[in-house]
């Protein structure tokens, strides 16, 4: 089958599976008489347990590493439980982050009509003067005094997510040594 018929049946474009290949996640097809590109079964399989992974948001470099294990069956599984694990635990970090947003987000619109006067002008609006308030390194609703670094560091302490990409390395690292 031609890129184009393989991108169809998987549903990536062109490009990404170009990109594979170069990347040596998807091994080079055969090439017809003409030069196109001839895949068969076997990269319709990897490409959809890259596509699934992808899904997953597991990076490219991870998924590297799983599909050397794919290609090994005898490879011990341990490190594809790290490599998830490890992705489970970027997974945390982003949700964690994310609901610090939600209320820094929820803070900056509850004063939007705090005074109860409805909608203002640009010039009058509560949110224009927070967000101005912010740029200019003061307190804000949505940070507060001390742009809350503290208390956001604390919880995110105790959610238990690695706290660094260099703890998340180190993590790796015992997974490919």
Known sequence: MRISELAAAVGVDSETIRYYEKTGLLPPPARSDNGYRAYGQAH???????????????????????LTLLDDPKADGFCADTLLQLQFERVR????????LEKQLMALLSRCNADGQG???????????????????????????????????????????????????????????
């Open 93 to 100: 970090t982003r949700l964690h982050s994310l609901h610090v």
């Open 119 to 177: 909608q203002h002008s640009a010039a009058e609006c509560p949110l224009m003067h927070e967000l101005v308030v912010a740029a200019q390194g003061e307190a804000c609703a949505c940070h507060g005094a001390a742009k809350n670094t503290a208390v956001a560091q604390e919880e995110f302490e105790k959610s238990g997510a690695p706290c660094c990409p260099s703890e998340l390395a180190e993590q790796q690292g015992r997974c490919l040594n």
């Open 44 to 66: 319709v399989q990897r490409l959809a347990f890259i596509r699934h992974c992808r899904s997953l948001d597991i990076p490219l470099a991870d998924i590297q590493q799983l």
